[in-house]
């Protein structure tokens, strides 16, 4: 994700590679470059470093039962392993999704962002847990009273 477009109380969050914030009907574009550490292709980079960084750790991974050699690991594998509670794959994850977190927890500090609308190719596939880490993440970074108007945690 590397694209956030604010509008109101929200922000929609999607695949490029720079920021445009619309508030008070101006619209501003900001440099980002979380997407390359939060996007499908920054885990898929990521999870390929990791292998290579751990390799003993990636072979007992259910990852490396997806993708046995990790040039071939794409973003459907990923996903199936963190779907499927695979740690390697989960802790990629999540290292990546500080990055988005942060966008999120400074949006709602600054402009009071309550909503946000994640979009994207890994977002979709990972589905729920996606969701469930970014919360966790958010909460981890002190980011406190993000919830929808019935009290659940938003994200």
Avoid at 51 to 63: H, M, V
Avoid at 125 to 131: L, M, Q, R
Wanted: charged share 15%; aromatic share 4%.
């Amino acid at each position: 994700m590397d694209r956030i477009i604010v509008s109101g109380e929200t922000a929609v969050v999607v695949s490029e590679m720079h920021a445009d914030i619309t508030a008070g009907g101006a619209r501003k574009t900001l440099a980002s470059r979380f997407g390359a550490l939060a996007s499908g292709r920054g885990t898929q980079a990521a999870a390929r470093r990791a292998a290579q960084a751990d390799p003993d750790g990636y072979a007992q991974s259910q990852l490396a039962e997806l993708a046995p050699d990790p040039a071939s690991l794409d973003t459907q594998a990923i996903a199936a392993a963190i779907r499927n509670g695979g740690l390697f794959a989960t802790d990629i994850l999540r290292a990546g999704l500080t990055h988005l977190a942060s966008a999120i927890t400074a949006l709602f500090a600054a402009m009071g962002v309550r909503r946000f609308i994640i979009m994207g190719g890994l977002a979709l596939a990972v589905g729920p847990p996606y969701a469930s880490l970014l919360t966790e993440e958010i909460e981890r970074l002190g980011c406190v009273g993000l919830t929808d108007a019935a009290g659940s945690r938003a994200a």
